[in-house]
């Protein structure tokens, strides 16, 4: 916590604003746009997913529609596809950005073409802070006039381009969950240039209630929106968002520092024009046994380590579900390790990190 939190929330207590609605929601939200500062919409929601699972229903995704989705991901990119009746068709990473390949998305739109059934959306991600090939994604779906679903949950405080990370789609989502780059405990966004898109979200997650003095619904809605305590939370959080973002960075160029000379450690680097909130540090081992080694001895001195998220093409619950793969995020599952990565850390903590991996890669 920055300390702002305290004052935005108790303000809640002493106002009574407790639902979900009230000043600190549309504070909040207005904090968002100023930062991202691309003539968007913001619309606080209670979570990332639910900012997907309204975004993918505002691009008009219905029961038997397919939606191309990254594999390389964690499982809330894709589940909301499958709220929908929707089929969810995953597209493998380059080795650049570890992001959606744009030659296997253009390959697996061209197919799901041929195949008579044009995708409805592309959700994109920009994964562990790390941004997507925005030109060239954005190119192709412009090219096939498919919507792009700007996965940004990892992402505040990213930018391409010196555009800010959360501008870029059709939609745009942003998680505030326990672990992202600031938190309001649990909690999102959806992001839109479109005013009506926000207004419908809104709308949607307040349950779709009609204009009248008594309950009624032509729509399904949703309660999706955040409280006005959360959103005290967030208005503090994000007076020290550039602080948040700078520790991050200062973390991965820490643990480069002290690991990056050592054969077999690889790190990803920015790309020209990219520039990452390095949300986790993550790095590449030259084998499975080695990270697996790795987090097995971080985990005997009480660190806590993770492999790479398990691609959604690998995952039993979506075995169902057509690919697009070349290998590439199967590798980066199985030599992948993200390294201790939040904003409090210290540079004892980061030592300690590292002596650890030390003794393992140098013997």
């Known amino acids: ?62 029961r038997g529609d397919e939606v191309l989705c990254q594999s390389f991901t964690f499982s809330a990119s894709a589940n909301p596809i499958c709220y929908l009746g929707a089929e969810p068709i995953f597209v493998d990473s380059d080795k650049d950005t570890w992001n959606i390949s744009p030659v296997l998305l253009k390959k697996a739109i061209e197919d799901r073409i041929s195949k008579g059934k044009k995708p409805k959306a592309i959700i994109a991600v920009h994964l562990y802070g790390m941004p997507y090939k925005v030109k060239e994604i954005h190119e192709i779906a412009a090219k096939y006039n498919i919507p792009i679903l700007e996965d940004s949950a990892e992402a505040l405080g990213s930018s391409y381009d010196g555009i800010k990370c959360g501008t870029f789609g059709d939609i745009a989502v942003l998680s505030f969950n326990g672990n992202k780059i600031i938190t309001t405990s649990g909690g999102g966004a959806l992001v839109t240039r479109n005013k009506n898109y926000k207004e ?113 093409h690998l995952q039993p619950v979506f075995e169902y579900c057509d690919s697009y793969v070349d290998g590439t995020s199967e590798d980066l599952f199985e030599r992948g390790l993200c390294l201790p990565s939040g904003s409090n850390l210290g540079l004892d903590d980061l030592t300690r990190v590292v002596e650890v991996i030390l003794k393992i890669m140098t013997k």
């Not at 409280?227 to 520790?247: K, T």
């Not at 680097?269 to 993550?282: I, K, Q, V």
């Open 1 to 62: 916590m920055g300390g702002a939190e305290l004052e935005y929330v108790k303000d809640a207590f002493d106002t009574n604003w407790i639902a979900p609605l009230g000043p600190n929601v549309n504070g909040f939200e207005t904090s968002i746009e100023n930062y991202l500062d691309n003539e968007v919409h913001v619309a606080a929601l209670s979570s990332g997913t639910a900012a997907i699972h309204l975004g993918l229903v505002l691009l008009g995704v219905t």
């Open 200 to 312: 419908k979200a809104v709308f949607l997650a307040t349950q779709a209630r009609d204009n009248a003095p008594h309950y009624q619904h032509s729509n399904i809605g949703y309660n999706y929106r955040m409280s006005n305590v959360l959103a005290g939370i967030g208005r503090g959080q994000m007076e020290v968002i550039d602080d948040r973002v700078a520790a991050r960075r200062s973390n991965f160029e820490y643990y480069k520092q002290k690991l990056g000379h050592i054969s077999g450690i690889e790190f990803l680097e920015e790309m020209r024009g990219m520039y990452s909130n390095r949300w986790l540090t993550c790095i590449l081992m030259p084998s499975v046994q080695i990270r697996e080694n790795i987090r097995l001895k971080l985990q005997s001195v009480d660190i806590e380590s993770r492999p790479l998220w398990k691609p959604m």
